[in-house]
């Protein structure tokens, strides 16, 4: 019986030329990844918006109570002819045994009652239903608010495709429709992540028209969208490359987003507060303002 055996020297250049080929596969698709981002724009928007990404998965949105909001309602408005956005109205925790079995009509004469209502302004990624948003929405619920919750247009079952011009567009009509419902009670803004983008456009817009939001929470913000980008984990791997502005930050801007919030404060005129915790570092350094100093400079902005 014959046998035979590689030899070692052998078998260490078969090696060597697997990882020769591996390297020069990941090298191609490195230099390539700029380019495909330059030519497609709409890629970078995806990027940033991440609205198909829907966690959690299989969750039926016409069904808050799934999610353990069994005093809370889902409906669709429609801020222009063709867009419809999915709405969540969550009642003071105190409502929770009336509210039971109760319908949109009794759900919107609540906004009689005295308390203050939060509309929440979600970031980029998953749905209103997103385990971490339902958990704040119990919160604010037993503080005693009404908390008031949308999908953008092209997120979870809303209507559309997204961009920052749309965002803001959906999130006046959505603060126009609760001002008429509640009337002189106080109304606040509370936006998370990419949500402090929509929400300080926002309360722009109010505060230039004389009619500033009764306050603005943004909670993790950021500067702008083009500083987000420059400083995530994610472009590490390009940031030093030549041209990162031109192929990356510029294709942002191509798209129209900014979310400008640094230009934003200098004309808000309502009280602000501003959510960071020390220690959390996703908030810092993978969130929309990605530097803890950002998040400073943003605060002596707005004071």
Known sequence: MLTFSVPPLCSRYGLMGRLKRIFLWLLVIYISVPFIVKLCPSIQAKLVFLNFVRLPYFIDL???????????????LQPEPGINIGVWHTVPSQMWKEAQGKDREWYDSTF?????VIMYLHGNAGTRGGDHR??????????????????????GDSDGSPSERGMTSDALFLYQWLKLKAGSKPLHLWG????????????????????????????????????EAKSHPFSMVYRYLPGFEWFFLDTISANDIRFASDENVEHISCPLLI???????????????????GHMDLYRHAH
């Open 134 to 155: 339902v958990q704040l929405y119990k919160v604010l619920s037993g503080l005693g608010y009404h908390v008031v919750t949308f999908d953008y247009r092209g997120w």
């Open 62 to 76: 016409k069904r808050p109570q799934d999610q353990g909001l069994n005093h809370t309602i889902n409906f669709y």
């Open 112 to 116: 009689k009652s005295p308390n203050p």
């Open 275 to 293: 959510l960071h915790a020390e220690d959390d570092s996703v908030g810092c350094q993978n969130s929309s303002k990605m530097s803890c100093v």
């Open 192 to 227: 998370h992540s990419l949500g402090t983008g929509v929400a300080s456009n926002l309360a722009r817009h109010l505060c230039d028209r004389g009619i500033p939001p009764d306050s603005l929470i943004l909670e993790s913000p950021f500067t702008n969208i083009r500083e």
